[in-house]
């Protein structure tokens, strides 16, 4: 008999937690504002396998929650989390108490980038570390304009360190379909990889 829905998402969910040694209720579930959990069991492995020391979000929800108690477990390194919504960033401030995580969280709400996106302010960037080790993309929200998540690119990329690893979300999309066109054209070192998780996320690692 085939496995319902819910049943898939107890049993992902239950794997989130034992990997991050949580228990079963800590973390809210995937899905709606969140990456779904197989996303975030993904996000959660490369964060305990890479120990990178200097680790970035762009977006402050479950997903910086996850990567922040993965590094907590491996006692190594720093995440950084930017984060446009200032509720959001209490909800997360909320889930990092409870889960005995930390992340340096800064508020960056979003500004004219170009004709046809919002970004983050580019004198907020001054705060993050030179040098990025892990790169998730869940932000800005797809509102944003017509490819939100580009700038990362232009703006972050060169940062990457040698190694390192980008994690793009919703790589099914659309406008992120976009963006990743873009940097397959920019960022010719970076491969692109597709994952079989539900919202299509994509990996970028150097050739």
């Known amino acids: 008999m085939p496995r319902s829905p819910a049943s898939i998402y107890a049993s992902r969910n239950r794997k989130l937690t034992d990997v991050l040694q949580l228990a079963a209720d800590s973390l809210p579930g995937g899905g709606n504002f969140y990456p779904e959990e197989d996303v975030l069991l993904l996000l959660a492995q490369e964060m305990l396998d890479r120990r990178p020391s200097t680790a970035l979000a762009l977006g402050g929800g479950l997903a910086a929650a996850v990567m922040a108690r993965a590094q907590a477990l491996t006692g190594n390194g720093q995440l950084w989390v930017l984060e446009d919504d ?103 070192g970076l491969e692109q990889t597709k994952t079989k998780t539900s919202g299509g996320a994509v990996l970028l690692t150097h050739r």
């Open 86 to 188: 200032v509720r959001r960033i209490a909800l997360l401030n909320d889930m990092l108490s409870g889960i005995g995580a930390t992340a340096r969280v800064i508020e960056a709400g979003l500004e004219e980038y170009d004709n046809h996106n919002l970004w983050y302010p580019r004198h907020r960037l001054g705060l993050l570390p030179p040098q990025i080790d892990l790169l998730f993309i869940d932000g800005p929200g797809h509102f944003a304009g017509r490819m939100p998540r580009w700038p990362a690119g232009p703006e972050l990329f060169p940062r990457l360190a040698p190694g390192s690893l980008v994690i793009l979300d919703d790589g099914k999309r659309v406008k992120e379909k976009k963006a990743l066109q873009r940097w397959a054209e920019d960022f010719p």
